[in-house]
């Protein structure tokens, strides 16, 4: 399967602990982008990551949340202190390069439920 | 804030029959894009429309955008039952490659 690979597709969480999402892009591709999607809502962007660097972190919220994506090993998103309002569904999209005309390619998604 | 507005929220056709999604838009953009989500996977693209273009077609798609307007139409043609899935329309201002969806349409085929 060369496509965008998400795990794990479900993750469930207590209140209070750390919840890490991992996405491995296409083959070749070596931007990421992750956005969160509440129920009945479409997607909205957090974070825009080239290997081993951060281009647009405007999404993200300003305390808890991280995004990584290392020169070797998949991209990580990572929630610290999770709180209930962090359930959503994260999907990470990915591009061979920058462009403006390139169509992103998703992977299907972590949902996360945090009791 | 949303900058990708879509009507109707649900639509619901008979197999054959034409599909009507519109989008609206706030601010300027280099291009849109049209994404179809199944019931619990991730976006699939459908279609770009890059801001100087007017209208696209690809197989059973035509998209129209008109700046002027700040909108754009995705028209599905001989709708079948496996096209049901949510629609969301997505803009790019030009500033990067990030998107910025609206909150999408649920389209309902009947056999």
């Known amino acids: 399967n060369a496509g965008v690979m998400q795990n794990p597709r479900h993750l469930v969480r207590r209140r209070g602990q750390e919840a890490r999402l991992r996405c491995s892009p296409m083959k070749g591709h070596s931007h990421v982008y992750w956005y969160r999607q509440l129920p009945e809502e479409g997607l909205k962007f957090m974070v825009y990551l080239q290997k081993e660097n951060i281009i647009d972190e405007s999404g993200m919220p300003k305390e808890r949340f991280s995004a990584e994506f290392p020169k070797e090993g998949p991209s990580i998103l990572r929630i610290q202190q999770v709180v209930r309002g962090d359930s959503a569904a994260y999907f990470c999209?990915?591009?061979?390069?920058?462009?403006?005309?390139?169509?992103?390619?998703f992977g299907d998604g972590t949902r996360l439920s945090i009791l | 804030s949303q900058q990708g507005e879509e009507d109707p929220q649900a639509l619901s056709i008979q197999e054959g029959e034409n599909a009507t999604m519109n989008c609206s838009y706030k601010t300027s953009i280099n291009n849109l894009q049209w994404y179809r989500q199944n019931s619990g996977r991730g976006l699939v693209h459908l279609i770009l429309?890059?801001?100087?273009?007017r209208e696209k077609h690809s197989g059973r798609l035509r998209v129209t955008l008109d700046t002027s307007k700040k909108s754009s139409s995705l028209l599905i043609t001989a709708s079948r039952a496996a096209d049901t899935a949510s629609y969301f329309c997505a803009t790019n201002t030009g500033a990067n490659s990030k998107l910025t969806f609206g909150k999408g349409i649920t389209l309902s085929v009947r056999p």
């Open positions: 429309i890059r801001s100087n273009e």
């Open positions: 999209a990915s591009t061979p390069r920058q462009g403006l005309l390139q169509p992103q390619h």
